[in-house]
């Protein structure tokens, strides 16, 4: 038998635990987010899509209703926290190093020294990448996964994973879609196809194109 046929189903096995103990410390931090009346709203995507720009915007505009706070991830850098904090909202950036998605144990850890209580919504921007975070729960209420103009109609089909466990999807960059040729009835087609009822959102953080709807989507608004 060849290495790579003896050490496979170890992987697996180590993977399948790995997830198991997501999974439980995730419905662990769930309710503690009920307990807390907190809703929580997690954003994924590719590094660039907008995500740090679309909540920038967002816990600006929310936080003379809400209070409003939100999580960060990244491998390196406290970049993102540090544009988020201009908002005047509580931000914590979690560095993960070399893995290239946040868990449930990291969400944890950085709220360890929280108080929920009174908190509207917590927004988490996970690591920018379109596989890796779809396995892992980290309790949240509302997952968006947000792709951008510029990337391409073919993302959904190309990642239906990301898709099929995200809430909604958010295509952002809406004011960039004409300059580079971007084939909006193609990407809703494709979102369809791998998600047929999906919620889909258009938005410009930088033009505030469609932010109502999306302020929508994430507040407690019904
Ligand atoms: N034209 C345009 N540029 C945007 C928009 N949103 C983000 N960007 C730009 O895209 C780049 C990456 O944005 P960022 O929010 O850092 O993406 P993240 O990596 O997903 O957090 C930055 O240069 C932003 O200024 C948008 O709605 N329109
Ligand atoms: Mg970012």
């Given at each position: 038998?060849s290495e790579s046929a003896i050490m496979r189903p170890r992987i ?211």
């Amino acid at each position: 038998m060849s290495e790579s046929a003896i050490m496979r189903p170890r992987i697996v096995e180590v993977r399948e635990r790995v997830l198991k103990q997501n999974d439980l410390l995730a419905r662990e931090l769930r309710q503690r987010f009920r307990e807390a009346g907190v809703r929580v709203v997690s954003m994924v995507s590719s590094p660039g899509a907008g995500k740090t720009m679309l909540l920038e915007k967002t816990l600006a505009i929310l936080s003379r209703e809400y209070r409003v706070a939100a999580l960060v991830g990244d491998l390196a850098t406290e970049n993102d926290a540090l544009r988020l904090q201009r908002s005047g909202a509580p931000v914590k950036q979690i560095t993960t190093g070399t893995t290239c998605h946040l868990d449930a144990s990291m969400i944890s850890a950085a709220l360890i020294d929280w108080n929920l209580k009174g908190l509207g919504i917590l927004f988490i921007e996970n690591v920018g990448n379109l596989v890796c975070p779809s396995s892992y729960d980290l309790g949240e209420d509302l997952r968006a996964v947000l792709m951008s103009t510029t990337e391409g109609e073919d993302k959904p089909l190309k990642y239906p994973t990301i898709f099929n466990t995200a809430d909604i999807a958010v295509i952002t960059k809406i004011d960039l879609a004409a300059a580079v040729e971007f084939d909006v009835k193609a990407v809703h087609r494709n979102i369809q196809t791998v998600r047929p009822g999906m919620r889909v959102i258009e938005v410009s953080a930088k033009t505030g194109t469609g932010l109502e709807n999306w302020l929508q989507a994430v507040s407690l608004k019904k």
